[in-house]
């Protein structure tokens, strides 16, 4: 830890680049957010969340698509944004990787973060 001339600690935000964060967002088939969630950690991903949704299409057109099941994973990501992009190429890798694989993705900027500690906690170097 850095000090200052008097020994004191120098605040985080001198000592370490505090990094822009965005809010990544990602909508899979049920069954494929542990997938996800691995993808999202290797790229840095400090905190996430897991909500299980329902898709919105009717069930006639379900059923000219073949689609028996339109249960949904959503997954939310706190990922710096000098990351997103290696992020953005692995999920496309997956996606390309089976048939089966398909989702969306996007990402939401965060423009505010309220305090040091509240950085610390969601980019997981406290």
Known sequence: M??????????YDREHEI?????????VSRGQGGAIIKICERMGASVQFVHNGQGTAQREILDIL???DNS????????KK????DLKRELE???MAAKRNQ?????????????VRVYEFLTNSL
């Not at 850095?2 to 605040?11: C, E, M, Q």
């Not at 990094?19 to 909508?27: C, D, G, M, R």
């Not at 989702?103 to 305090?115: D, Q």
């Open 66 to 68: 073949g689609i028996s």
């Open 19 to 27: 990094k822009k964060l965005s809010l990544f967002i990602t909508v």
């Open 93 to 95: 890798a997956f996606f």
């Open 72 to 79: 949904k994973e959503v997954i939310f990501s706190l990922i």
């Open 2 to 11: 850095a000090r200052n001339k008097v020994g004191k600690s120098l605040p």
């Open 103 to 115: 989702g969306i993705a996007f990402s939401i900027p965060l423009t505010t973060v309220a305090g």
């Open 82 to 85: 000098d990351n997103i992009f």
